[in-house]
């Protein structure tokens, strides 16, 4: 799949794999250099914009090993770049650790993915059909009532 992007930033990298062919999402890099405190967040921009193709949505996935080693995630994780959207992406990113983190230009900041959406069409009706889950959530799959 070919998506068109610009770079805002001309020094900044591009989303890349690191394992082509092995991975699911593409990092995205700081087009910044910035500070975040424990407890606070910003945004923080990539320096490009992409073309989503009408039928897909990129999303926007916090990197594992950032959440791991330094507690830093995507605040609105799962973040959602729609097709018709054509500004800079930026990152909301938090710290949920106790230490600041400094982010330099072009440090991997997040991941994107693009998937596969569906134009949703609503039927009303008056019931739906029964399952054996029925209206059980919020963790009650395996508990005896």
Same mark, same amino acid.
């Given at each position: 799949?070919k998506?068109?992007?610009?770079?805002?930033n @001309?020094?900044v990298?591009?989303p890349?794999?690191q394992?082509?062919?092995?991975?699911?999402g593409?990092?995205?890099?700081? +087009? *910044?250099s910035t500070?975040?405190?424990?407890?606070?967040?910003?945004i923080v921009?990539?320096g490009?914009k992409?073309?989503?193709?009408?039928?897909?949505? +990129?999303?926007i996935?916090?990197?594992?090993?950032?959440?791991? @080693? !330094?507690g830093?995630?995507?605040?609105?994780a799962?973040?959602?770049?729609?097709?018709?959207?054509?500004? *800079?992406?930026?990152?909301?990113?938090?710290n949920h650790?106790?230490?600041?983190?400094?982010?330099?230009f072009?440090? #991997?900041? +997040?991941?994107?993915?693009?998937?596969h959406?569906?134009?949703?069409?609503? *039927? *009303?009706v008056?019931?739906?059909?029964?399952?054996? #889950?029925? #209206?059980?959530?919020?963790? !009650?799959?395996? !508990?005896k009532?």
């Amino acid at each position: 799949m070919k998506i068109k992007v610009q770079k805002v930033n @001309k020094d900044v990298k591009l989303p890349k794999y690191q394992h082509k062919g092995e991975d699911c999402g593409l990092d995205l890099h700081s +087009a *910044e250099s910035t500070v975040i405190s424990p407890g606070e967040y910003k945004i923080v921009k990539t320096g490009i914009k992409i073309a989503v193709p009408p039928g897909y949505g +990129a999303f926007i996935y916090p990197r594992s090993g950032l959440a791991l @080693k !330094h507690g830093i995630t995507v605040l609105n994780a799962d973040g959602v770049i729609d097709p018709g959207y054509r500004g *800079e992406i930026g990152i909301i990113l938090i710290n949920h650790g106790k230490k600041d983190f400094k982010i330099n230009f072009n440090d #991997r900041i +997040a991941q994107l993915i693009i998937h596969h959406t569906f134009d949703i069409d609503w *039927e *009303e009706v008056d019931n739906l059909s029964s399952t054996n #889950r029925g #209206r059980g959530g919020f963790g !009650h799959t395996g !508990h005896k009532n």
